[in-house]
């Protein structure tokens, strides 16, 4: 188990770097602080438990209480779930803390970090899901659910609370049935959502390409968001 050790590592000091270089501001950094104690801890927590008896005696007890022949595909869609909020509230007027456009682009950009560290972390640590199968810490749905939430709770939380926080919800959710399907374990779950936070929240701390934004003076273009089945888009309206 030694690569709990080295990931616990990695990721303290790379968190204490991120801290380090923002002490020219300690009211900012103390903010980031606070919103990364929950993230962290709950990385810190899946590294510890990774492997243990406790975790496999929990997904055990799950598994029996469920049956062996208990399977949900939930956790493929409520994944989703904070996106479609997101967007849903822009159309319907709800005020929000940036444009859609900025929206969508701390969406990507945090989505494509999150996902990166994920598949990463699952290479490098070889894990055996409960199934069987590889690939199990973090978990992927998790780590993209909680990075879909954070981004609406970043969003919202000024205007409208009860929005903000109820991607978590859906996020939480999609966890947990992650483990019910037997698909991973408790450590794999807590270190996706832990990821998923904490990468959004210095994503919106940071704002990358914060000034790139070719929408902002354009009130003559929608954009809303299209889903049929299995198709995802958009749907653009241009008025002339």
Same mark, same amino acid.
């Given at each position: 188990?030694?690569?709990?050790?080295?990931?616990?590592?990695?990721?303290?000091?790379?968190?204490?770097?991120?801290?380090?270089?923002?002490?020219?501001?300690?009211?900012?950094?103390?903010?980031?602080?606070?919103?990364?104690?929950?993230?962290?801890?709950?990385?810190?927590?899946?590294?510890?438990?990774?492997?243990?008896?406790?975790?496999?005696?929990?997904?055990?007890?799950?598994?029996?209480?469920?049956?062996?022949?208990?399977?949900?595909?939930?956790?493929?869609?409520?994944?989703?779930?904070?996106?479609?909020?997101?967007?849903?509230?822009?159309?319907?007027?709800?005020?929000?803390?940036?444009?859609?456009?900025?929206?969508?682009?701390?969406?990507?950009?945090?989505?494509?970090?999150?996902?990166?560290?994920?598949?990463?972390?699952?290479?490098?640590?070889?894990?055996?899901?409960?199934?069987? =199968?590889? +690939? #199990? &810490?973090?978990?992927?749905?998790?780590? $993209?659910?909680?990075? @879909?939430?954070?981004?609406?709770?970043?969003?919202?939380?000024?205007?409208?609370?009860?929005?903000?926080? =109820?991607? +978590? #919800? &859906?996020?939480?959710?999609?966890?947990? $049935?992650?483990?019910? @399907?037997?698909?991973?374990?408790?450590?794999?779950?807590?270190?996706?959502?832990?990821?998923?936070?904490?990468?959004?929240?210095?994503?919106?701390?940071?704002?990358?390409?914060?000034?790139?934004?070719?929408?902002?003076?354009?009130?003559?273009?929608?954009?809303?968001?299209?889903?049929?089945?299995?198709?995802?888009?958009?749907?653009?309206?241009?008025?002339?």
């Amino acid at each position: 188990m030694a690569y709990r050790y080295c990931i616990t590592l990695v990721l303290i000091f790379s968190l204490g770097q991120t801290l380090a270089a923002q002490v020219k501001d300690s009211l900012v950094t103390r903010t980031l602080m606070y919103k990364s104690l929950v993230p962290v801890s709950m990385m810190g927590a899946g590294i510890l438990i990774t492997g243990s008896q406790f975790e496999r005696d929990l997904q055990e007890n799950l598994r029996t209480r469920v049956g062996d022949d208990f399977h949900s595909r939930i956790d493929d869609y409520f994944q989703y779930v904070p996106i479609a909020e997101m967007y849903l509230a822009d159309v319907l007027g709800v005020k929000s803390k940036n444009h859609w456009f900025d929206q969508t682009k701390y969406l990507l950009i945090s989505n494509l970090i999150s996902s990166g560290i994920t598949r990463g972390l699952k290479v490098i640590t070889q894990k055996e899901r409960p199934n069987g =199968s590889n +690939f #199990a &810490f973090p978990s992927g749905h998790t780590s $993209f659910a909680f990075t @879909n939430a954070t981004v609406l709770k970043n969003e919202f939380q000024e205007t409208s609370p009860l929005l903000a926080y =109820s991607g +978590f #919800a &859906f996020a939480t959710t999609t966890g947990v $049935f992650r483990m019910l @399907n037997n698909n991973h374990w408790l450590s794999d779950v807590l270190l996706g959502a832990g990821i998923g936070m904490l990468v959004t929240e210095l994503v919106y701390y940071f704002e990358p390409f914060k000034a790139f934004n070719p929408f902002q003076q354009s009130e003559s273009i929608t954009i809303i968001p299209r889903i049929e089945g299995r198709s995802y888009g958009f749907y653009l309206s241009y008025s002339f």
